[in-house]
């Protein structure tokens, strides 16, 4: 146990140093991209000071996410800055990428002419200068479509007699420095107009530590959703990076969520909700989920089913186990693209709805944003799903 625990964190060092030595020169790489096409041009911009500013900027991200138990202003501003930047990066990365592979395929046709054209100080200004704008354009949707939540509706029929019911669904909020109260507020008040049945938070409620969680008093927050039936919640991936996940479970049901792991309840003697552990929490804990009909064994599956499940796996069997809709999130619909187009390979489903046969899949693209506070080609959602049944289907 003690030579496993030394080679895990070993692992985790060299993990660490290999980490900080590419993100360190990726950010060398474009920090001097930058400063040769705008700051050198820029008489009173001093080299070492620009350096300096640059590095700060660039780990403030890593820094705030160590500091984030104490959560201040501080490293509320680092946050910011760092997650930013992190976005900027991505897309600066890109863009750089890009453009040394069109200035290599023009100095391959055309050798001779675009030497001196490359080397045009004013060119190259020029085009750091249409990059910037372009850049800035992208980050301001970016941030807007990352604040402006739609509401996406799904109408669901299954083949059970029950009355109608309207479910509401939120994932991935990551509550901490970025996403705070104010955003949290903002949910709870879309969420109230919705006048849901039931509501179901499918994992990341918070983004890693709870401190922002406590210190933001977002319990009092959570207490005002108006839900006929209640609030319901599963753990996603990021519950699972804190240390003290019990403490967690503590925290969400003294906010009036009602938290299921691995376990089904029967609401209104009408229909089942049923949540699953995450299966990184799984991996963590060195454990295994339940099969899913084990946690179902003593449903009556004449009634509706709902599964939570974070991440949108496993479609095959909840589908043989007998459940009519499963709700995820997880994959924020790549949350920047073209990570989509990632996200779009690995996973059956990504985003939005599909039925095997006569199960329902829906997955959310999700409220809040994990690192970069941006969404490019996908958008902060509630999902509203207005389920009915072969009773009511049969009056109308």
Request: cysteine-free; hydrophobic content about 45%; proline content about 2%.
């Given at each position: 146990?003690i030579?496993?625990?030394?080679?895990?964190?070993?692992?985790?060092?060299?993990?660490?140093?290999?980490?900080?030595?590419?993100?360190?020169?990726?950010?060398?790489?474009?920090?001097?991209?930058?400063?040769?096409?705008?700051?050198?041009?820029?008489?009173?911009?001093?080299?070492?000071?620009?350096?300096?500013?640059?590095?700060?900027?660039?780990?403030?991200?890593?820094?705030?996410?160590?500091?984030s138990?104490?959560?201040?202003?501080?490293?509320?501003?680092?946050?910011?800055?760092?997650?930013?930047?992190?976005?900027?990066?991505?897309?600066?990365?890109?863009?750089?990428?890009f453009?040394?592979?069109?200035?290599?395929?023009?100095?391959?046709?055309?050798?001779?002419?675009?030497?001196?054209?490359?080397?045009?100080?004013?060119?190259?200004?020029?085009?750091?200068?249409?990059?910037?704008?372009?850049?800035?354009?992208?980050f301001?949707?970016?941030?807007?479509?990352?604040?402006?939540?739609?509401?996406?509706?799904?109408?669901?029929?299954?083949?059970?007699?029950?009355?109608?019911?309207?479910?509401?669904?939120?994932?991935?909020?990551?509550?901490?420095?970025?996403?705070?109260?104010?955003?949290?507020?903002?949910?709870?008040?879309?969420?109230?107009?919705?006048?849901?049945?039931?509501?179901?938070?499918?994992?990341?409620?918070?983004?890693?530590?709870?401190?922002?969680?406590?210190?933001?008093?977002?319990?009092?927050?959570?207490?005002?959703?108006?839900s006929?039936?209640?609030?319901?919640?599963?753990?996603?991936?990021?519950?699972?990076?804190?240390?003290?996940?019990?403490?967690?479970?503590?925290?969400?049901?003294?906010?009036?969520?009602?938290?299921?792991?691995?376990?089904?309840?029967?609401?209104?003697?009408?229909?089942?909700?049923?949540?699953?552990?995450?299966?990184?929490?799984?991996?963590?804990?060195?454990?295994?989920?339940?099969?899913?009909?084990?946690?179902?064994?003593?449903?009556?599956?004449?009634?509706?089913?709902?599964?939570?499940?974070?991440?949108?796996?496993?479609?095959?069997?909840?589908?043989?186990?007998?459940?009519?809709?499963?709700?995820?999130?997880?994959?924020?619909?790549?949350?920047i693209?073209?990570?989509?187009?990632?996200?779009?390979?690995?996973?059956?489903?990504?985003?939005?709805?599909?039925?095997?046969?006569?199960?329902?899949?829906i997955?959310?693209?999700?409220?809040?944003?994990?690192?970069?506070?941006i969404?490019?080609?996908?958008?902060?959602?509630?999902?509203?799903?207005?389920?009915?049944?072969?009773?009511n289907?049969?009056?109308?």
């Open positions: 146990m030579a496993s625990g030394v080679l895990s964190r070993l692992l985790f060092f060299l993990f660490l140093i290999a980490f900080i030595s590419v993100y360190g020169f990726i950010n060398y790489y474009i920090g001097k991209r930058i400063w040769k096409g705008i700051f050198s041009h820029i008489r009173f911009v001093k080299k070492k000071v620009y350096w300096i500013i640059f590095w700060i900027i660039s780990f403030s991200y890593i820094i705030a996410k160590l500091l138990k104490y959560p201040n202003k501080l490293v509320l501003f680092l946050e910011l800055v760092g997650s930013l930047w992190l976005g900027m990066l991505f897309y600066i990365f890109i863009v750089l990428i453009i040394d592979l069109v200035k290599l395929i023009l100095k391959k046709l055309v050798k001779h002419r675009i030497e001196g054209l490359l080397s045009n100080s004013k060119l190259q200004i020029s085009l750091s200068l249409v990059v910037t704008a372009f850049l800035i354009g992208l301001t949707f970016g941030i807007w479509s990352a604040n402006t939540v739609k509401v996406s509706s799904y109408n669901v029929t299954v083949d059970k007699g029950f009355k109608d019911l309207k479910i509401v669904m939120v994932s991935d909020i990551h509550i901490g420095n970025v996403v705070d109260d104010k955003r949290v507020r903002k949910l709870v008040d879309k969420i109230n107009e919705l006048n849901p049945d039931v509501v179901l938070m499918v994992g990341d409620i918070i983004d890693s530590e709870l401190e922002p969680f406590i210190e933001y008093n977002i319990k009092d927050i959570l207490k005002d959703i108006n006929v039936y209640g609030v319901y919640a599963v753990l996603g991936n990021h519950e699972g990076f804190n240390e003290e996940l019990d403490r967690v479970v503590k925290e969400y049901e003294a906010a009036g969520l009602k938290v299921l792991q691995d376990e089904a309840v029967l609401v209104n003697d009408n229909f089942y909700i049923v949540g699953r552990v995450d299966t990184s929490i799984a991996r963590g804990n060195s454990s295994t989920r339940k099969a899913i009909d084990d946690i179902l064994k003593e449903v009556d599956k004449s009634k509706p089913i709902i599964m939570m499940d974070h991440q949108p796996v496993e479609f095959d069997k909840v589908q043989e186990a007998g459940v009519d809709i499963m709700v995820s999130g997880h994959t924020h619909r790549g949350q693209a073209p990570i989509n187009l990632i996200t779009s390979r690995i996973f059956e489903l990504d985003y939005g709805h599909m039925t095997k046969g006569s199960l329902n899949v997955v959310s693209s999700g409220y809040g944003t994990w690192g970069p506070p969404r490019v080609g996908s958008q902060s959602e509630i999902v509203k799903i207005n389920l009915q049944g072969e009773e289907e049969g009056n109308r």
